[in-house]
């Protein structure tokens, strides 16, 4: 499908990646920002969820109109770079009441009603009180989700308590009341676990855990999932913790923070995709993004011609999953139960994950590589090989399709150089093959070939016994791979879903 052609910083350096003009994109990809941020509930056309008398009946009408005036004075208030970030805040909660309301259409009773009110009064409120400039952490910060309060302590350190309630209507709802107490710690960030439940006999090897950071006018932040959430006893999830969030008043100054705003390589004030906003959100993401720039640019002087083109194409491909990456997990269509909630720490937490393996390969490209030995890495697959002491190799790792959990390939095998060439132990027509292609290693070259031929015109198997990836045999397990030192990074080749 079309997509966006802008390629992200790290391609951005070179003529071949550069922008071109806008086309085509595909609408869960768009920007959220981009979407509009009056509120379309009360109306008597067939996109319109309340009819306009019961909007009127309930007040409703005069809500939604307060919150579109409200909204609109908040965001003329903030700098550019942030108004991309609130008004996809306001996108995010015009979508949870619009699922709210058709909640409501379907089951009107008093409790629903009343919690339906209740959301958008808490939006009024919310707006109302935006403001800009605070210049330290301490206040209140809210966004679509709640609230979340930072006090000063001793040494630098804040306490923070978060109140966060993602209401999509009926039992479809995400509650967390927790507290933290954050302190200092690297690249500017400050934090700290999750206080756990007094009452708990035992805590988890592994908290949850918080990190906070201005990002310009912005809070940011970030919740890491621990082993076990259960410690939280007012935290049914903590999906929706991470985010951006913006001052609810002008506290007097009782602190200061540095309040740069940390810049990828585009503009942040005009965002194209989803995964663009929170790059921008992110202090970490931008970083990564930059990064990614440099490593991309020291890179490819290094390289032979051949490896240089196939790098390229493998990059182009990398720039559209990671424009997908946000999306799909923002609203993990294979989760039916909760694919409309906005399930923000995952999401944000693939992102990290995609652009820190992709680091790996571009800082660590080990292009002095002999031989098959060592971790492979592409934009599709990764693959580790190595050699036992009686010259036997074995591989493992996975090909995925970008958010199809269906298209999954392992590779699993096992054989010996014989004549200067890899030989399966496989016995079969279409056995595993590894060889090297300059600084490259191509993965089952002959199965795209074989690929073509599993399935008949009617969609019947004609050879499955020849297939290697699961559930999806047209999918063909060849790759084309680059070579990478170990990094924790790397995907520990689990397998799970891209």
């Known amino acids: 499908m079309p997509r966006s052609p802008r390629l992200a910083a790290i391609a951005a350096a070179i003529t071949v990646l550069a922008s071109g003009p806008s086309i085509a994109m595909d609408d869960y990809l768009r920007a959220s920002s981009s979407a509009p941020t009056a509120i379309r509930l009360c109306g008597d056309t067939a996109d319109s969820t309340i009819k306009t008398s019961d909007c009127k009946k309930a007040g409703t009408d005069k809500l939604v109109a307060q919150i579109d005036k409200a909204f609109d004075a908040a965001l003329a208030k ?50 109302d009180g935006m403001a800009s400039g605070r210049p330290g952490l301490a206040g209140k910060w809210v966004n679509a989700f709640g609230n979340i309060t930072l006090t000063p302590a001793e040494g630098g350190a804040y306490r923070l308590a978060a109140d966060l309630r ?85 506290d007097a100054a009782s602190d200061t ?56 194409d493998d990059q182009r491909n990398w720039v559209k999953s990671q424009a997908e990456e946000y999306p799909e997990f923002l609203h993990p269509a294979w989760e039916k139960q909760t694919s409309q909630v906005h399930d923000t720490v995952g999401a944000r937490d693939h992102v990290d994950g995609l652009q820190r393996e992709r680091l790996a390969l571009l800082e660590g490209f080990d292009d002095k590589r002999n031989g098959l030995t060592g971790i492979w890495l592409a934009y599709n697959a990764v693959i580790k090989v190595t050699a036992d002491s009686d010259g036997t190799l074995s591989a493992a790792g996975w090909k995925w399709d970008q958010g199809d959990w269906k298209a999954g390939c392992d590779y699993d095998m096992t054989g010996k150089i014989t004549g200067g060439a890899f030989r399966s132990d496989e016995q079969r027509k279409n056995p595993d093959t590894l060889e090297r292609d300059h600084a490259m290693l191509i993965v089952n070259r002959q199965d795209d070939v074989f690929a073509k031929k599993r399935t008949g015109k009617d969609g019947a198997e004609d050879s499955a016994d020849e297939a290697k990836c699961r559930r999806r045999l047209d999918i063909s397990s060849t790759a084309r791979l680059f070579p990478a030192r170990p990094s924790p990074d790397i995907d520990k080749f689990k397998g799970a879903i891209r």
């Open 78 to 127: 903030m700098p550019a770079n942030i108004k991309p970030l609130l008004k996809r805040d306001q996108a995010w909660f015009n979508e949870m009441i619009i699922d709210a309301a058709e909640v409501l259409a379907d089951a009107d009773t008093d409790e629903l009603k009343e919690s339906f009110a209740e959301a958008l009064r808490r939006r009024v409120t919310a707006l």
């Open 257 to 312: 923070a540095n309040t740069a705003f940390v810049a990828p390589t585009f503009d942040c004030t005009r965002p194209e995709t989803a995964t663009d906003e929170e790059i921008c959100a992110d202090p970490d993401l931008a970083d990564n993004d930059q990064r990614l720039n440099r490593a991309w640019k020291a890179l490819q002087p290094r390289l032979d011609e051949a490896t240089r083109r196939a790098l390229i």
């Open 166 to 250: 993602g209401d999509y209507g009926g039992d479809r709802r995400r509650t967390c009341k927790l507290t933290a107490l954050v302190k200092p710690a690297a690249s500017g960030w400050l934090s700290g676990p999750a206080l756990t439940d007094p009452a708990k006999t035992a805590e988890p090897a592994k908290p949850p855990s918080l990190k906070v950071r201005r990002q310009g006018e912005s809070l940011r932040i970030v919740a890491i999932l621990g082993d076990d959430e259960g410690g939280l006893a007012a935290c049914e999830s903590m999906g929706q913790v991470t985010g951006s969030y913006f001052a609810a008043g002008k």
